[in-house]
């Protein structure tokens, strides 16, 4: 393997790029015979246009960021061999708009608490000629969008014409809060405990709240990478695998942070690091970095109910033409004396049940009628 290339993989600055942290504070890309370098970015954008044209090799990537490159004709293909892990995102309030919210309390060991309470606030709010509050995401195409606007539309909101929605890069989340221009957003880990600690707002529901075992962030990688460089992709794979088994371990919990709370990873505190990891992020295990194709389908679902895609677009052909198990499987097995007994996980053909907080179920092969079926919808044809 000592002829493989050098490879550039971008990330941002969120708790779900741990396994690619870890596989290199670990040696295992070494190990694998791979020199990687980790690219800190920006944005989301930033990620996406680099992984698009050749810039990066792969990045840490926003599952339906990856989808929605396949469904724009205009872009190269990003392919997904590996899901980087589960839940860790949240939705925060400011202190002032929790505060409004009289009677609504943060259980973050329960369920959700209903969107129902700030429809009221909402309604007050507009009779009296305020402004619309001010939700933030990190990307349109995400599960942060996807959430917030499920949550939101579950309680009677439209996302679209009762509160105004902007995009913002997770760093700069807090600081937008702090300074009075946003009421709330759904970001990923640490963000919200950062909003927490630094007394800015209040986290008012988890992800593993919203949709236990829910999918985010995965490994997106160009198609080049794939098609001209299997056995890189193979290697870069396994590396990664072991980097997400190897934080998921409680006894790595403390060298965890540290990485992540390194020179160039992420520019937040341990304690902050430490708290969000809390919140059921799940790294490897329970198939977590399996890439399935019903996770695929249900953001796609959402992507037609946000008239983000059009309605009548063939969504087996994207989704799999983008999330490939088959890859995944085939560096995990090829662990077996490495990484084990870490390689047990359902076989992909066994689809595992989506099913969000307000027990709607979802099925994959009926993903369209799903997106259809909701009061709430920008269906376009």
């Not at 009926?366 to 920008?378: G, L, M, P, Q, T």
């Amino acid at each position: 393997m000592s002829g493989l290339s050098d490879l550039r993989l971008g990330f941002i600055p969120l708790t779900d790029c741990a396994p690619l942290i870890a596989a290199q504070a670990q040696g295992f890309f070494e190990d694998e015979g791979l020199a990687v370098e980790l690219v800190r970015e920006a944005s989301w954008a930033t990620v996406r246009d680099k992984v698009a044209v050749g810039a990066l090799d792969g990045a840490h990537m926003l599952a339906p960021m990856a989808l929605a490159t396949a469904a724009e004709e205009s872009r190269s293909a990003v392919l997904a061999p590996l899901a980087l892990n589960r839940n860790g995102s949240a939705i925060t309030l400011s202190m002032a708009l929790f505060e409004a919210l009289d009677g609504v309390t943060a259980d973050l060991a329960g369920p959700p608490p209903s969107a129902a309470r700030l429809q009221t606030l909402i309604a007050e709010r507009r009779a009296r000629g305020d402004a619309p509050l001010t939700f933030a995401v990190v990307f349109p195409y995400s599960m942060h969008n996807y959430l917030l606007r499920y949550w939101l539309a579950q309680g009677g909101i439209d996302p679209d014409r009762d509160v105004r929605l902007v995009v913002i890069p997770p760093p700069r989340m807090v600081e937008r809060m702090r300074a009075g221009e946003v009421d709330g957003f759904c970001v990923g880990a640490p963000w919200n405990a950062v909003a927490e600690l630094e007394g800015v707002g209040r986290i008012l529901a988890a992800s593993s709240q919203l949709w236990p075992g829910g999918p985010d962030k995965v490994l997106g990688v160009s198609g080049s990478l794939a098609g001209q460089k299997p056995d890189e992709l193979r290697a870069l794979l396994r590396a990664i695998i072991r980097g997400a088994a190897w934080a998921d371990a409680p006894e790595n919990r403390e060298a965890l942070i540290a990485h992540l709370a390194g020179p160039e990873r992420i520019e937040a505190t341990p304690m902050a690091i430490s708290r969000a990891l809390e919140h059921e992020v799940v790294f490897h295990r329970d198939a977590a970095g399996l890439p399935r194709r019903e996770h695929g389908l249900w953001f796609l679902s959402q992507m037609i109910r946000w008239g983000q895609i059009d309605a009548n677009r063939d969504l087996e052909t994207i989704v799999d033409q983008v999330y490939r198990p088959d890859l995944y499987r085939d560096a995990a097995l090829s662990l077996g004396p490495v990484l084990e007994p870490a390689l047990v996980f359902p076989d992909a053909a066994e689809p595992v049940e989506a099913r969000l907080f307000d027990g709607v179920p979802f099925e994959p092969a009926a993903a369209r009628a799903y997106a259809e079926s909701f009061k709430i919808a920008r269906l376009r044809r």
